[in-house]
């Protein structure tokens, strides 16, 4: 609907007016004519192009060769801009299986998925290419094929993330794989635990004791933790207070107890928002699309891992 389209719009328009630069869109969103018209207006409005960073998203059902290809032509078109700044394959594998029968296993899957997005990049209509909610070993995977530098891995990323997720991070920053986060302020069910369960402190009550120490708001404090990490995090908001409160997170600190106290979370109350991407997990007798991404026997690698 119209109306809808000029509130996106409005939204986007006000978060780089605030100085927000970093643009998280994809075609399974619904949002990419809106993130197109929006960047178009800040050009006119006299922001350069180049300090804007679009990024997109690959759904697994149209990973191959040419149908990747197509696919990310179809969101230029669909925003009208020149080029991406990121594109990303947005899960190891689908729900559906759909893409098996295009290019047989999920392995291959991947590989013809990310060598059309090496294939763009070398065009110049992608700037970056990376990976979204790639495990260790699927990093592992790519890393033996890939030409081109993994530039990013986003993943679920917060206070409370399954310890799977901080392995994850460990290895990018390992490999030189620069990690965004979303869901960076945590899982409703664990974040408000303390609504609705009685018992002792819990970390959310620990982060919000520094927080109040601080007069900061705790999601505030939860997004500063995610930076001190060396992550970059990318919480969704059409609230102007809340841009700006996401946005003021560079000229102040935690310190090194704080840090500690919010890393250590306990497990009991460790999750994550959406649960079909915990990283590394292997329910049994769930195959690849269930989203749970160690399920395919693990192959030797050349080289050791720098995960856990």
């Known amino acids: 609907p119209a109306a ?12 780089v007016q605030l100085g927000g630069r970093h643009l998280d869109s994809s075609v399974n969103y619904g949002n990419s004519a ?24 690959v759904e697994p059902e149209v990973f191959g060769s040419e149908v990747t290809q197509h696919f ?19 899960a190891p594998a689908s729900f559906s299986g759909e893409e098996l029968q295009r290019c047989g296993t999920p392995r291959r899957c991947r590989k013809q998925a990310w060598q059309a997005l090496e294939h763009l990049q070398s065009l110049g209509a992608v700037r970056h ?14 890393a033996e094929y890939a030409r081109q530098p993994i530039a990013v891995n986003q993943i679920e990323y917060h206070p409370w993330a399954p310890a799977t997720h901080h392995a994850v991070v460990r290895w990018c920053h390992a490999h030189g794989v620069a990690v965004v986060a979303y869901a960076s302020l945590g899982s409703p069910h664990t974040a408000y635990t303390r609504k609705t369960r009685p018992g002792p402190p819990t970390a959310l009550d620990r982060i919000g004791g520094i927080a109040s120490r601080l007069g900061r708001p705790w999601q505030q404090v939860v997004l500063r933790w995610a930076v001190q990490h060396n992550v970059t995090v990318i919480p969704g908001t059409s609230s102007a207070a809340h841009m700006r409160q996401n946005t003021d997170l560079f000229d102040w600190s935690l310190s ?3 840090m500690a106290v919010m890393d250590s979370v306990p497990e009991a109350e460790r999750g994550t928002v959406f649960s079909h991407f915990v990283l590394d997990a292997a329910p049994e007798g769930l195959d690849h699309r269930a989203f749970t991404f160690e399920v395919e026997p693990a192959r030797p690698s050349s080289r050791p891992s720098q995960g856990a």
Do not use: C, W
């Open 129 to 142: 290419i990376g990976v979204s909610n790639f495990g260790v070993r699927h990093l592992e995977e790519l």
């Open 256 to 258: 090194d107890e704080d």
């Open 4 to 15: 809808h389209t000029q509130a996106v719009a409005q939204d986007i328009a006000e978060f």
């Open 34 to 57: 809106f993130v197109g018209e929006a960047v178009r207006g800040a050009v006119s409005r006299g922001v350069p192009r180049e300090e804007l960073f679009v990024t997109t998203k």
């Open 72 to 90: 990310v032509g179809h969101a230029l078109q669909e925003m009208q801009l020149r080029y991406l700044d990121l594109v990303l394959l947005h």
